[in-house]
T-cell receptor, first 112, second 114 residues
């Protein structure tokens, strides 16, 4: 699985959009980008994934650059409950499966 | 739907002892994976069980072993506990039918070795 690089921490004001970047410059053509988040002392939670097109669901939007070497997870209207560690994972397969390689992620803190 | 349930939620053991952690997968799921998460780090894959057999394994010593039962529930056993085994242990379940679906995680068991 390709290695990912994320900033260790970010802050966001409540109600504003949170944009979390991820670099995956060695991504292969058959690897998908997955995002999970982990609220303190809970298990990780799937957010969204994509291959090369932008994706949106009820939780977030995923923007993947045309060269697929980086992506951005967007939480359009962040709330205090979005404070969590966000993990960007790159792996082969349209579904994530349960063998995931987690990095250290980005600690997002949403401030009132 | 109860989701993935793990027991106990917290556990304190003494160095050298053995521990067993339990996981019940989400209803309809047949595959269980275990992760170890040290403080401040991302979860690390230990192993995965499917059809009562270990299917994949991460870089963990043989002190870590597991079992899956016919009802798909699973146990994680750790022998000869070390202080460094203190961590949050997470269980994830999924469905494997040709390909594996998205994983759902439990809340974890916090193990403290003293």
């Amino acid at each position: 699985d390709a290695k990912t690089t994320q900033p260790p921490s970010m802050d966001c004001a409540e109600g504003r959009a949170a944009n979390l970047p991820c670099n995956h410059s060695t991504i292969s053509g058959n690897e998908y980008v997955y995002w999970y988040r982990q609220i303190h002392s809970q298990g990780p939670q799937y957010i969204i994934h994509g291959l090369k097109n932008n994706e949106t669901n009820e939780m977030a939007s995923l923007i993947i650059t045309e060269d697929r070497k980086s992506s951005t997870l967007i939480l359009p209207h962040a709330t205090l409950r979005d404070t969590a560690v966000y993990y960007c994972i790159v792996r082969v397969g349209e579904t994530s499966g349960s063998r995931l390689t987690f990095g250290e992620g980005t600690q997002l803190t949403v401030n009132p | 739907d109860a989701g993935v349930t793990q027991s106990p939620t917290h556990l304190i053991k003494t160095r050298g002892q053995q521990v067993t952690l339990r996981c019940s997968p989400k209803s309809g799921h047949d595959t269980v994976s275990w992760y170890q998460q040290a403080l401040g780090q991302g979860p690390q894959f230990i192993f995965q069980y499917y059809e009562e057999e270990e299917r994949q394994r991460g870089n963990f010593p043989d002190r870590f072993s597991g079992h899956q039962f016919p009802n798909y529930s699973s146990e994680l056993n750790v022998n000869a506990l070390l202080l460094g085994d203190s961590a949050l242990y997470l269980c994830a379940s999924s469905v494997l039918q040709g390909w594996e679906t998205e994983a759902f995680f439990g809340q974890g068991t916090r193990l403290t070795v003293v």
